[in-house]
């Protein structure tokens, strides 16, 4: 099993390097591959309020740093084909956001870009659905791509896992990921979004005792004053025995 983890958006270099740091020493003690994670802006905030980013090229730029100091894959997200092309000039990794799901012109550019994708399932729709944004960016003659479940709408402000859905994509031929932060959110309550974020690790080890290829989390050093998903991300200081209750269930190696 593989981990992508890192914090919601690009902050500052700082906490960038503080993150890292203690994701490469746990995932090097767990003997775990990692992708590094963070968003290099937020293009779809709850509120107009709500922070975006420190500039698009200065965190594209943190980006490519955290990447050569610790030799470590870096995932970011794009909205549209023009971020497809600046991205992809300094990331290893293109995540489509689930919101952003079905849009084709996207998908093609990003499976273009010979960078691999990372297809956020799309909360409104089923896990059979994302078979077609699959073949969006197979199209491209571009076949290396992975498929995360983030939860389904369920009533106006939550999100509920189906597992069965991580099942029904690992039929498709590519790894399967679940996100262990965003799927516990709970969307647009008042000013941000809200969550539960004490059912984290329970909801992971579910995930992993099914059979994921990877786990996806958020994490800060400070979850309660992060510029984004405070309510959601991880405390860093709770990454090692996260990760080792999930590592010690993947060893049991039920796989799909």
Not at 75 to 91: F, I, W
Request: aromatic share 8%; glycine share 6%; hydrophobic share 40%.
């Amino acid at each position: 099993m593989f981990v992508i983890a890192g914090p919601c958006v690009v902050e500052s270099q700082e906490m960038l390097r503080e993150i890292a740091s203690e994701l490469r020493t746990v995932c090097a003690e767990l003997d775990l591959d990692w992708i590094f994670k963070a968003s290099y802006k937020k293009a779809n905030r709850t509120s107009i309020k709500s922070f975006t980013g420190i500039g698009d090229e200065k965190a594209l730029s943190c980006l490519k740093g955290i990447a050569e100091e610790f030799s470590v894959p870096v995932l970011t997200d794009v909205h549209s084909v023009e971020e497809v092309a600046l991205a992809s000039k300094y990331v290893d990794i293109l995540q489509i956001p689930a919101f952003l799901s079905r849009q084709t012109e996207l998908l093609v550019a990003a499976g273009k870009s010979g960078k691999r994708v990372n297809i956020k399932k799309g909360q409104f729709l089923a896990p059979e659905d994302m078979k077609k944004a699959v073949e969006k960016v197979e199209s491209t003659g571009n076949k290396d791509i992975m498929l995360t479940e983030r939860g389904y709408t369920f009533g106006y402000h939550d999100l509920v896992v189906d597992f069965r859905s991580l099942m029904i994509m690992k039929e498709f031929g590519y790894p399967v990921v679940y996100d262990a932060t965003h799927s516990l959110q709970q969307p647009s309550v008042g000013e941000q979004s809200g969550g539960y974020p004490k059912f984290i690790p329970a909801l992971a080890r579910a995930a992993t005792a099914v059979g994921i290829d990877g786990i996806f989390f958020e994490t800060h050093p400070d979850p309660k004053n992060a510029k984004s998903d405070a309510a959601t991300q991880l405390p860093l200081s709770l990454v090692k025995d996260f990760l080792s209750d999930v590592k010690s269930i993947d060893n049991l190696k039920f796989k799909l």
